[in-house]
Structures are given as structure tokens and as C-alpha cells.
T-cell receptor, first 112, second 115 residues
Framework: AQSVTQLGSHVSVSEGALVLLRCNYSSSVPPYLFWYVQYPNQGLQLLLKYTTGATLVKGINGFEAEFKKSETSFHLTKPSAHMSDAAEYFCAVSEAGNQFYFGTGTSLTVIP | DAGVTQSPTHLIKTRGQQVTLRCSPISGHKSVSWYQQVLGQGPQFIFQYYEKEERGRGNFPDRFSARQFPNYSSELNVNALLLGDSALYLC??????????????FGPGTRLTVL
């Protein structure tokens, strides 16, 4: 069975500081991994995805994530937080099927 | 180009009623998926349709049903509403059947409140 765990339901960082949002997954086969961002009263927007190949994935808005199979992790990072990064972030996993499994989300607050 | 559109934006129903939510995918997209997002939780997969056929179903009771039309738009129906059905219902479209391989584009959602 697939599952996603996002450590930390709320994360606060200062503007310009490193952003690190944690995601661990469980999957019986090599997974497809995704990070989505959700702004208030909006749908989800894809930040980045890992399917195969390079384990360091770069996404939009300066975000990147690294797939670490040995740690079953797919943490999201951004070197320097911007006020506009404040949002809800969801990690998701899929096993080459038609179902996505989302984590419970991490709310990112950026402090000026 | 228009993104995924959903209607209505907000909906208030009472327990036991039935509700129909609508979704129009991005032009050219043939796959539509539905998700339920309860406040404070991540989206939960309900259904996926591709070329009018059901391709995936999440762990939801039979009160939930959906269909896809020839123009690839979709409806989600929920019968005998319960208080626990209150949530944001998200629709996502994709260009192919295997959503794992293809980016899903999400609509803004329909906020359903059951009183």
C-alpha cells in the first residue's frame, strides 16, 4: 500500500532563509513522486515531479527536490524563501496506476 | 486557453440530499479525476475517467458516482449526503489515461457544505 507522510504540518521561515519541507513515502514499487502547491481558495499547482532518471528534480519558482530511495524521502527545498511562497504544500505518490496519494500537507509561513 | 473549470463554486445542502458537481477539462484533455479535500487534509482520490470509461476508483462508498460525457466534461454525484461529505471537491484533467505519467491540472474546486 502506498502512503505519504509530511513531517511538520506548519513550517515558518524568515524571508531569504532556506525552505525545507519533508516528505517520506512508502511504496512497494518504484514510485512516481510529486509536489503540489495550493494557494488559498485555489486548486493545486504542480511544482515538480520525479518519474525516472535524475534524482534531483528542479521545479518552478526555484524549488527542487531530491529522490532518495534508501531513505524513502522526497524533500522539497528552496534556497531563499520569498513572501509569495506562503502557501500549503502537498507531497503525492503514485505507483504507475491511476491513483494519487497525497500527504496531509505542510503550511508554509514566510516571516518578513 | 481556459484551465479546468468547475461549477458551482460553493454549494450548501442538507443531510440526505443529493448533489451534482460539474467539471470541464482543459481543451484536448481526455482524462478527468475527482478528489475530495476535507479541511486540513490532503486530497483523497475518488474517481478517474478516461474516454468516458472509469479507470480508477478510490475508497469511497457507492453514494459517490461519476460519469464523463462525449465532450470529456464530467459530473460527480453524491447521494444521501452526510455531514462528513462537507469538503472541497477538486477536479483535475490530464492529457492521457495514465495520470502517473502526466501532469494533472487542477480546477479551483467546489466547496460543498452539508448542514
Amino acid at each position: 500500500a502506498q502512503s505519504v507522510t509530511q513531517l511538520g504540518s506548519h513550517v515558518s521561515v524568515s524571508e531569504g532563509a532556506l525552505v525545507l519541507l519533508r516528505c517520506n513515502y512508502s511504496s512497494s514499487v518504484p514510485p512516481y513522486l510529486f509536489w503540489y502547491v495550493q494557494y488559498p481558495n485555489q486548486g493545486l499547482q504542480l511544482l515538480l515531479k520525479y518519474t525516472t532518471g535524475a534524482t534531483l528534480v528542479k521545479g518552478i519558482n526555484g524549488f527542487e527536490a531530491e529522490f532518495k530511495k534508501s531513505e524513502t524521502s522526497f524533500h522539497l527545498t528552496k534556497p531563499s524563501a520569498h513572501m509569495s511562497d506562503a502557501a500549503e504544500y502537498f507531497c503525492a505518490v503514485s505507483e504507475a496506476g491511476n491513483q494519487f496519494y497525497f500527504g496531509t500537507g505542510t503550511s508554509l509561513t514566510v516571516i518578513p | 486557453d481556459a484551465g479546468v473549470t468547475q461549477s458551482p463554486t460553493h454549494l450548501i445542502k442538507t443531510r440526505g440530499q443529493q448533489v451534482t458537481l460539474r467539471c470541464s477539462p482543459i481543451s484536448g484533455h481526455k482524462s478527468v479525476s475527482w478528489y475530495q479535500q476535507v479541511l486540513g487534509q490532503g486530497p483523497q482520490f475518488i474517481f478517474q475517467y478516461y474516454e468516458k470509461e472509469e479507470r480508477g476508483r478510490g475508497n469511497f462508498p457507492d453514494r459517490f458516482s461519476a460519469r464523463q460525457f462525449p465532450n470529456y466534461s464530467s459530473e460527480l454525484n453524491v447521494n444521501a449526503l452526510l455531514l462528513g461529505d462537507s469538503a472541497l471537491y477538486l477536479c483535475a484533467s490530464s492529457s492521457a489515461s495514465g495520470v502517473s505519467y502526466n501532469e494533472q491540472f487542477f480546477g479551483p474546486g467546489t466547496r460543498l457544505t452539508v448542514l
